[in-house]
């Protein structure tokens, strides 16, 4: 997002903007806007980060972020349709509204989502009408039609700092990869002193637990996929064995992958 842009979605002369791309990769740069956004990727999994809080977004579910919100973006998916609606936030705001929550895209805010697809710029009452009236009902049906869904627990902090966040993307990348503090300070000359410390004072948490976070949010990124059993996902991020695997899950998200799984499914269908 451009300062062009960022000018034109918090332009009082429009209710809403609308802003739909076709992305390979999302730019992870800090946003801040005076228009609430609705988020919803078709064809990826999100990963939104706050200055609090850490969630994810998978596939057929959309997410409201609050006016004046900080938050950037991340995903390892590729070619995501990242449909983007900002909306002039009414003087009285519906509770569910005044935080980042996610819902489930049930399918009559999916037909929405989809009519809506080749849409483009600032909405107002006076130059379409139509679209204008779409809009609202859309906000209008977010508090009425679905409860926040709680069933993505992730909360970890997030780098700080730009050297940071290039070993996050690095540890995304190979993940399955039982990289120590010291293999990883090596690959970015530092020591791992130096590393040690950058983690505990940019996030407060250890390299260890950080690893442990990503490592969850790519597991349940695949289970989103539905197409591996949780012996093949425990592999590809890194646990040689199902029960070491299964316990660190539950001790983060405080859920069985088995049944994480079941509700997931239950959600979708």
């Avoid at 859309?138 to 909360?155: G, K, V």
Wanted: proline content about 4%.
């Amino acid at each position: 997002m451009d300062q062009e842009m960022l000018t034109a979605i918090n332009a009082d002369n429009y209710d809403f903007y609308v802003a739909h791309t076709h992305v390979d990769r999302i730019d992870s740069r800090e946003y801040l806007h005076q228009k609430g956004r609705l988020l919803y990727a078709d064809g990826g999994i999100i990963h939104v980060f706050t200055a609090t809080r850490h969630w994810y977004l998978p596939g057929r579910f959309y997410m409201w972020i609050p006016a004046h919100t900080a938050y950037h973006l991340e995903s390892s998916s590729s070619r995501i349709h990242l449909y983007s609606f900002y909306f002039k936030e009414p003087k009285e705001l519906q509770q569910v509204l005044s935080t980042p929550n996610i819902f489930l895209s049930n399918d009559l805010m999916r037909e929405m989502f989809l009519f809506a697809q080749d849409w483009s710029g600032g909405i107002n009452k006076r130059n379409d009408y139509t679209k204008y009236c779409l809009l609202r009902a859309m906000l209008a049906l977010i508090p009425e039609m679905n409860a926040p869904i709680d069933t993505f627990p992730i909360q970890h902090p997030y780098p700080k700092s730009e050297k940071l966040r290039h070993i996050a993307r690095y540890l995304n990348m190979n993940i399955d990869q039982p990289f120590t503090i010291e293999e990883v300070a090596t690959q970015f000359g530092m020591s791992s002193r130096s590393l040690s410390r950058l983690f505990k004072e940019d996030m407060g948490i250890s390299y260890i637990r950080f690893l442990r976070a990503i490592r969850i949010s790519k597991a349940l990124e695949l289970m989103s996929e539905n197409k591996y059993s949780i012996l093949e996902i425990a592999i590809r991020i890194g646990y040689n064995e199902l029960s070491s695997f299964s316990n660190i899950f539950t001790r983060v998200t405080g859920i069985r992958p088995s049944v994480y799984m079941s509700k997931i499914n239950a959600y979708k269908h």
